[in-house]
């Protein structure tokens, strides 16, 4: 991957990382309001922090396209090419950290 590239793929991931935590924060903003104002859940959905949310949220969905056409290990998975030892230990780290935080859920 050219320098180039690996500087767009990771800007896009740090744009696809704070969408993603934007938008939480605005479902939690708009959650904490309709709480404050002793509201129900579902009037959450009249807050506009809520559609801010739901904005925020479509971004990101766009920006992890855009990341994965950028990663080769989806193509890697579709298409069975080789992968770099480096990438290797990069999915696994990615599953390791996921799979921590699924178990401390439980």
Excluded at 56 to 79: D, E, H, K, M, Y
């Amino acid at each position: 991957m050219s320098p180039l590239r690996s500087t767009l793929t990771l800007a896009l991931f740090a744009l696809a990382f704070a969408t993603l935590v934007g938008r939480e924060l605005c479902f939690k903003l708009a959650a904490d309001q309709t709480q404050r104002r002793g509201g129900s859940a579902g009037t959450s959905v009249g807050r506009p922090a809520f559609w801010l949310g739901i904005a925020v949220g479509a971004a990101a969905i766009v920006t992890w396209v855009l990341v994965l056409q950028g990663v080769p290990v989806a193509s890697a998975l579709l298409f069975r090419e080789r992968l770099t030892r480096s990438q290797v230990v990069g999915v696994g780290l990615v599953t390791a950290g996921v799979a921590c935080v699924l178990l401390s859920e439980l």
